[in-house]
Structure formats: structure tokens, C-alpha cells
């Protein structure tokens, strides 16, 4: 069974920085995403990788967020955090033959539970 666990989640002050972990149980999945959602808002993907590295971001976070692999792992790197990068942020996971990314929730069909992130003064 796949299970996925994220952590590194906090309080940080803007300009800050945070680094999310994602620890993937199973077999390394095809592809991997972050997604976040804040309250009262739609569940948005944020940043997504293949398997062979391709990634792709959310255009609210180009520049300041870098997702990367280590194996079946995924990490996201958050710098230059604002107030509105707070939310529940999520690691998802797919398996497919190929490993194309996506930033559609609905392509996803394993979830972690989340960590907050609140971005503060």
C-alpha cells in the first residue's frame, strides 16, 4: 500500500524560507506533486516532477518554490514565503507508465495528510 507522509511544515515570517518533505512508502511514483489548499479557497497544485525531472509550477510561485526527488521522496523547497502562500499543503503521488506531470488534483489518486504552512509578522 502507498502511503505518503509530509513534514516541514510551520510558522515562518514573510521573506522566509521552509523546506517540505514528502516521504513516499512503496514503489518511487511516476510523478509527484504539491498541492495546497487555504481555507475557504479550492485545492491548488503548486509544483509537480516526473520521473525523469520535468517540472512544472504554478505560476504564483515561479522563482521562489523548487520541487525536487530523491528517489521516491519528494522535496519542495519554499523561499521568499508571503501571506498568501499559507494554506494545508498536501504531497500527491500517481503511477504511470509514463512519467508526465500534472497539476490537476484529480490526477492524483494517493494523498498525504498534510502540513501547515502559515506565513506570519
Known amino acids: 500500500e502507498v502511503q505518503l507522509v509530509e513534514s516541514g511544515g510551520g510558522l515562518v515570517q514573510p521573506g522566509g524560507s521552509l523546506r517540505l518533505s514528502c516521504t513516499v512508502s512503496?514503489?518511487?511514483?511516476?510523478?509527484l506533486a504539491w498541492f495546497r489548499q487555504a481555507p475557504g479557497k479550492e485545492r491548488e497544485g503548486v509544483a509537480t516532477?516526473?520521473?525523469?525531472?520535468t517540472t512544472s509550477y504554478a505560476d504564483s510561485v515561479k522563482g521562489r518554490f523548487t520541487i525536487s526527488r530523491d528517489y521516491a521522496d519528494g522535496i519542495l523547497q519554499m523561499n521568499s514565503l508571503k501571506p498568501e502562500d499559507t494554506a494545508m499543503y498536501y504531497c500527491a503521488a500517481r503511477y504511470l507508465r509514463d512519467g508526465s506531470t500534472s497539476l490537476a488534483a484529480a490526477d492524483f489518486p494517493y494523498w498525504g495528510q498534510g502540513t501547515q504552512v502559515t506565513v506570519s509578522s
Open positions: 512503496g514503489y518511487s511514483p511516476s510523478s
Open positions: 516532477i516526473g520521473r525523469y525531472g
